[in-house]
C-alpha cells in the first residue's frame, strides 16, 4: 500500500520513534475506530498527531483517501494471518482453529485493526467512501475452500454439508472478533459457547443436525 510519497504504508514503526506519515496514519486510526467515518474530521486527526493541514495533505489528498488506504491496510493485516497458517490433512477443526488464531495475533500486534475491519464489514456507517475490498475477501473464501477441500478429501466433511458448515465459520469468525474486542485479552479454549460452536462445526460437517449450545 502506497502513499502519496510513493513509499509503502505503515501505521506504527517497528524501532524508533514515529514518522510524521506514522503519527497520522495512527492517529487516523484511533480517531475513525472512536468515531466512525462522519465523526471523524481532518482537524481532529491533525490535531491529534500534532501536525498542520498542510502536512497531512502533503501524505494524503484528503479523509476519504487516508480511510481508503487504512481500509486496505487493515484488511491486509486480516487476510495475511488467515491465509498464513498451514492447512494441514486430517485435521479438520484444528485448521479451522487456524482462522482463530490468526484472529488472535492480529489483535495482540493492534486492537485497532481487528477494530477498524469490524466498523467497515459489521457495522458500516452511511456516508462511508466506497472500498473495493473483493481481493482480500476471495483470498478469505479461498482459504476456507481449501479448508473444506482438504475435510472432504480426508473424509471429515459431508460434501452435501459444505456450504453450510461454510457459514457456519463465517458467524463464528463475527462471533470471536466480536469477544476478542469485548474481552481484550482472549485465548481460544476459554469461551464455552464458542467451544460449543466448534464442536458443532464438526458435528454438521460430519453430516449430523444441529444442536443446542451447551452452556455449562
Not at 92 to 114: D, S, T
Request: hydrophobic letters at 40%; charged letters at 20%.
Amino acid at each position: 500500500i502506497m502513499s502519496n510519497t510513493g513509499e509503502a504504508m505503515k501505521v506504527a514503526p517497528k524501532q524508533g520513534p514515529a514518522s510524521t506519515e506514522e503519527r497520522i496514519l495512527a492517529n487516523a486510526l484511533q480517531q475513525f475506530c472512536d468515531f466512525g467515518y462522519n465523526g471523524t474530521s481532518v482537524r481532529e486527526i491533525t490535531a491529534s498527531a500534532d501536525v498542520t493541514k498542510p502536512t497531512l495533505y502533503y501524505y494524503f489528498k484528503n479523509k476519504e483517501e487516508l480511510f481508503v488506504k487504512l481500509a486496505d491496510f487493515c484488511f491486509t493485516k486480516m487476510t495475511e494471518k488467515f491465509i498464513g497458517h498451514q492447512i494441514q490433512p486430517n485435521n479438520f477443526i484444528g485448521n479451522i482453529e487456524g482462522i482463530f488464531k490468526g484472529l488472535q495475533e492480529v489483535n495482540a500486534e493492534n486492537p485497532l485493526y481487528l477494530k477498524f475491519w469490524n466498523v467497515i464489514s459489521i457495522v458500516p456507517q452511511r456516508g462511508m467512501p466506497q472500498l473495493d475490498l473483493s481481493k482480500h475477501f476471495h483470498a478469505i473464501e479461498g482459504m476456507l475452500s481449501k479448508t473444506l477441500d482438504q475435510a472432504i478429501e480426508d473424509g471429515q466433511c459431508v460434501p452435501e454439508r459444505r456450504e453450510s458448515v461454510s457459514l457456519m465459520v463465517r458467524s463464528l469468525i463475527v462471533y470471536f472478533s466480536v469477544s476478542l474486542l469485548s474481552n481484550g485479552l482472549y485465548t481460544l479454549g476459554s469461551d464455552e459457547v464458542f467451544k460449543s460452536v466448534l464442536a458443532q462445526v464438526g458435528h454438521c460437517a460430519n453430516g449430523g443436525g444441529p444442536t443446542r449450545p451447551s452452556l455449562v
